[in-house]
Structures are given as C-alpha cells and as structure tokens.
C-alpha cells in the first residue's frame, strides 16, 4: 500500500523513505550524499514503524532542510504512544531536499578551510603572459564530494594586484579588479564581486563537470581602446588531477597582453593571486571533509 491518509504506514513505506533521506544524508554518491555517519534504519519487511522512528526521520529531514534554507520542514513529530499523523507533505518536502541538496544558505561557511588564504605574489613584470595557479588537495575523493555536496565552494582572484608604473599596468589593475573572484561549487561556478561584462562566462561548469584539461571558466576584455588595451583580458581556468576519483583541483588565473603597442610593453607592479576553500557551517552537517592543503603549480 502507498503511503496515505487513512492508511498504515508499512514497512515498505517508511524504508523508501529511508532510503531517499540515506542517499543524501549519508555517503550517496557522485553529487549526492553529505557523508554524515548517523543514517536511518530500515525496518524489517513485518516491522510495525515505532514513534522513535519516525521522530528520527523528521530530525534528519528537518536538519538538511535547515542546512540548505535556514528553515525546517514544518513537519510534526508524533509523541510516543499516540497514533502517527499521516504528514500530506512528507513526499513533497522530501523532493525539495533532493533538489536543493547542494544548497548551502542555511549554515552559511567555515573559515577558509586552508587555514587563511593563500597568496601568490610576483613582482617581476611581465610581458605578454602572467600564469598563477594553486592545487587544493583533499585526503579523499569521497571528502572532496562531501566538501561540494554540502555547499563548500574554491576561489581565485587576481583584484588584490598592486600593478603600477604605466598606463599599461594601471589598466591591467582596473582589469583585475574588474574581474572579481572566480568561485567553484558542485554544479556552477559564479563571479563574485568586480564589474563589467565578461565574454567567456561558463557558469554551468562545476566541480563535477571538470576533467584532466584545462576548462575556461570565466575571461573578461579591458574596455579601453588607447593603445589597443582592449585586446587585454584576464581568464581563470580550473581542472582535477582524475576524471573517476579526483583528489586535487587546480585554480588558474592567467593576464594576457595582446595589445598590438610599442609602449608600455611592460606590465610592471605586482601580479597578486588569492586562492580560498571554504566548506559549510556545521550547524546542522559534521565536518567529514576533512582538510585541504594548497600549494603553487605555476608562477610564471
């Protein structure tokens, strides 16, 4: 019997309920699951379903709702003793958590899980290119899920340079700080911050969507025409190190000068790059990610 008003609640019934909080609650797989350790039960097929059961049900249903939305289900617990209240919006609260499961509004974020965020600094001017990029390594691919399963999201900025000297390298600040901070979640990516319009903006592109090359994430032109400045622009770009079981991604920023100049050929000041990975709160999830470290892949 399908669960309804009037109805018993059959095992059955309550194990697909189970089942659907369990495949997100615990380890899941792929972008589903927040690898918490304390997952339901099922019941034997013969089982009558006791009201501890089924208080333990709403607290899991109500936790990952508070975790992606701030707010609870709404759904009542039965009492131990009396009858259990057929719930018309169990199924419909269920689908929203599956939905929403890479949400992340309710506990908001940790720290930088790096422990502060990491700076890359180079002073030495560049003509033509200026590559910076970081890798973020996790203990384990099922960690590095749980991080993006349960909202966490991995930056990378360049709005912190300090580039001066000529008008070349002062277009080139206004470039970075235009283009913001290229942030990283399960499914997306957003720009964050900065101004102007960009020309490449990959957005769909999330962790889960990354292989072994390269991907361009985000690339924004300078809009000023003196000296042809405007073929100037700033990409990120970000890869894992496996397309099964990735442990580490890599955050690139990269300054290209195509300007078609004679002066200025410099870009002179310092090129700063910033790299972050903040994981969820854990006001209603446990931190079963573990720690990331970072480190420079390239500075040249």
Not at 61 to 89: C, F, K, W
Not at 193 to 215: R, V
Request: net charge negative.
């Amino acid at each position: 019997m399908t669960y309804a008003s009037g109805g018993l609640i059959e095992a059955s019934d309550y194990n697909n309920f189970v089942t659907s909080v369990n495949a997100i609650w615990g380890t899941g797989s792929s972008d589903s699951g927040y690898g918490q350790a304390n997952t339901l039960s099922n019941v034997s097929p013969a089982g009558s379903i006791t009201a501890t059961q089924w208080i333990n049900l709403i607290d899991r249903i109500d936790s990952m709702r508070a975790h992606q939305s701030g707010v609870t289900s709404g759904l009542t617990s039965p009492i131990a003793g009396d009858v259990i209240a057929y719930l018309s919006t169990l199924s419909s609260q269920l689908s929203s958590i599956n939905t929403n499961r890479l949400s992340n509004t309710g506990s908001g974020f940790a720290a930088d899980s790096l422990g502060g965020t990491k700076t890359l600094s180079n002073s030495s001017g560049f003509t033509t290119t200026r590559t910076q990029e970081f890798s973020i390594t996790f203990l384990s691919y099922d960690q590095m899920r749980y991080f993006f399963n349960t909202g966490g999201f991995v930056s990378i900025t360049a709005t912190n340079s300090a580039l001066t000297g000529n008008t070349k390298s002062t277009n080139f600040q206004s470039l970075c700080d235009a283009f913001g901070t290229t942030r990283i979640y399960a499914q997306l990516s957003e720009k964050s911050g900065g101004s102007g319009t960009l020309s490449t903006s990959n957005t769909a592109f999330g962790f889960y969507d990354l292989d072994t090359t390269d991907q361009l994430i985000f690339r924004q032109y300078s809009t000023t025409t003196t000296g042809g400045y405007n073929s100037n622009y700033i990409s990120s770009f970000a890869r894992v190190n496996s397309n099964t079981v990735p442990t580490v991604i890599r955050l690139k920023i990269v300054l290209q000068d195509d300007a078609a100049d004679g002066v200025d050929d410099t870009v002179s000041g310092i090129v700063r790059t910033d790299c972050t990975a903040r994981a969820s709160g854990v006001a209603y999830v446990a931190n079963v990610w573990g720690s990331q470290t970072s480190a420079v892949v390239t500075d040249t």
